[in-house]
Structure formats: C-alpha cells, structure tokens
C-alpha cells in the first residue's frame, strides 16, 4: 500500500509554475521524501529528494513543512516537455535492504501542459 | 545523478522460453537493487528486493521460481522471466540504491508471443 496521496491528474499552461502536493501523513522518522518523474516507456527519473525545510536544485523546488505529513513539488515554468506522471514517494533510504525501506509507488499525478 | 542501466531494452520472445535482463549501475556500487513491473496505463508494481551476495526478498504473489533474481556484484543484478507466458509481458523497471537515493533503469519491453 502507498505511503502517499496525491492529485490524480493538473493540467497547466506553458511559462506557469505548477505545484503539487502529496500527503504522506504515516511518514516514518527515518523516511525521506522523493520525487520521480516519468514519461511514457521510460523508467522514473529522479527529480529531488528532501527531509525537512526547503530543497532547490537546478530544475525543481521541494517544500515540507515542520510536521512533514505532507510536501509540494514545485516546478518553475513549465514547457510542454514537462508533460509527464511524477510521483511521490517516502521510506526510509537507509542501505540495509529492509521492507520499510521499499519505494512503494502510488499513482501519481499526470501532469498535462498545454501551449 | 547517478546511472542504472538495463539490457537489453526491449526483448520479444516465445512462449516457454527464458529471457534475462540484466541492471547494472554504472557510477556507483549498490548493495541493494530492486526490480519493478509496469502494466500500460498502470503504477511500477515492485516485484522483488535484492541484496549483493544474498538471496532476493519477493513481494506477495511474485513468484520465486518464476522470476529468478541474482545479484552477483555490486555493480550487477540480474532478473530472468522462465518459461515465459503471453501475461509477462510488461515494462520491466530495474533500480539501484546510492544512500539516501534511488535510481531507476530506463526499463526493459518484454513482449512474449
């Protein structure tokens, strides 16, 4: 089962910012929270990972807050390249191979961004 | 970021026969890799947790004997569909772990006639 919830689908306009938010209000101490990005036959790619606070990196933003029951993805004007599934997920990242620590994959949100 | 790959990319086969995919990452060492399947339309299911030098932990319903996993190094694990059936065919998705990140494969198409 899914540690997160989040919008099935968003639609948006090129030159936007979009922000997505997942919930994820079982989140363990140890569980980081990761964002994937995928597109249609292609494996997730890896966009950002945060624990607490703010994130940035050179293509997105990650903003949790103190509680950490839930994050918004944040990406900055979005081209129609961005199209795309993006996921949500937490566990603990820890390398000792355990079950709490298996990447769990939801839904996700299918972005759609139209000219 | 670090690389995962996968080979081959897309695979058509017979019905009863073995196939093997092999995951490799290439910048970094992993003593776990994770193997996942993705029907059309559908979320990555994870099918089975593998660890260097020990055997794989399999998710409820995937059957061992049918997909056989192997992690022989650090760099490489390996996932063969046996026997396969018309109802394997999917998108298979290979991941490697570099602490506090995972990475994903582009994915293997397996198609089986």
């Known amino acids: 089962l899914a540690k997160t919830t989040q919008p099935i689908s968003m639609d948006s306009y090129e030159g936007q910012e979009v922000n997505i938010t997942c919930s994820h209000n079982?989140?363990?101490?140890?569980?980081?929270i990761t964002w994937y990005q995928q597109f249609p036959s292609q494996g997730p790619r890896f966009i950002i990972q945060g624990y607490k606070t703010k994130v940035t990196n050179e293509v997105a933003s990650l903003f949790i807050p103190a509680d950490r029951k839930s994050s918004t993805l944040s990406l900055p004007r979005v081209s129609l390249s961005d199209t795309a599934v993006y996921y949500c997920?937490?566990?603990?990242?820890?390398?000792?191979?355990?079950?709490?620590?298996?990447?769990?994959f939801g839904k996700g949100t299918k972005l759609s961004v139209k000219p | 970021g670090a690389v995962v790959s996968q080979h081959p990319s897309r695979v058509i086969c017979k019905s009863g026969t073995s196939v093997k995919i092999e995951c490799r990452s290439l910048d970094f060492q992993a003593t776990t890799m994770f193997w996942y399947r993705q029907f059309p339309k559908q979320s990555l299911m994870l099918m089975a947790t593998s660890n260097e030098g020990s055997k794989a932990t399999y998710e409820q319903g995937v059957e061992k004997d049918k997909f056989l996993i192997n992690h022989a190094s650090l760099t490489l694990s390996t996932l063969t569909v046996t026997s396969a059936h018309p109802e394997d065919s999917s998108f298979y998705i290979c991941?490697?772990?570099?602490?506090?990140?995972?990475?994903f494969g582009p994915g293997t198409r397996l198609l089986v006639l």
């Open positions: 997920l937490v566990g603990d990242m820890r390398d000792y191979g355990g079950s709490q620590g298996n990447l769990i």
């Open positions: 991941s490697a772990r570099d602490p506090p990140t995972q990475y």
């Open positions: 079982n989140i363990a101490t140890n569980d980081y």
